[in-house]
């Protein structure tokens, strides 16, 4: 019972940070806040998939709804590599 709303609530806080780093884009045009705006919408998309599909999978299917996630922190950490990388040709 409990369980919906917390879902609902993690799923606001990724949906708010998501916008949070859209309006940081839109300001400066940097391409870092975008694929955090990026992942962190991902992330809120795993988090409805798992609240809404889960419960009805199988448990020898359930990883599958970790690829988001995964594919989330992979656009992360891609996002700090690029970041990193265009700064080192202005040293």
């Known amino acids: 019972m409990l369980k919906p709303l917390l879902d609902g609530a993690v799923m606001m ?3 708010a940070c998501a916008l949070f780093f859209l ?4 300001q400066s045009k940097d391409r870092l806040f975008a694929l955090f ?3 962190f919408a991902l992330m809120g998309l795993n988090n409805v998939l798992g ?3 889960g419960p009805d ?3 020898e299917r359930i990883h599958y709804l970790y690829v988001v996630r995964l594919v989330a922190y992979l ?3 891609g996002a700090i590599w690029d970041k990193n990388r265009a700064g ?3 040293r």
Do not use: C, K, P
Request: aromatic share 14%.
């Open 13 to 15: 806080a990724y949906l």
């Open 23 to 26: 309006r940081f884009y839109l």
């Open 37 to 39: 705006s990026l992942a």
């Open 51 to 53: 609240a809404v599909v």
């Open 57 to 59: 999978l199988d448990t």
């Open 75 to 77: 656009l992360i950490l």
């Open 88 to 90: 080192r040709g202005s």
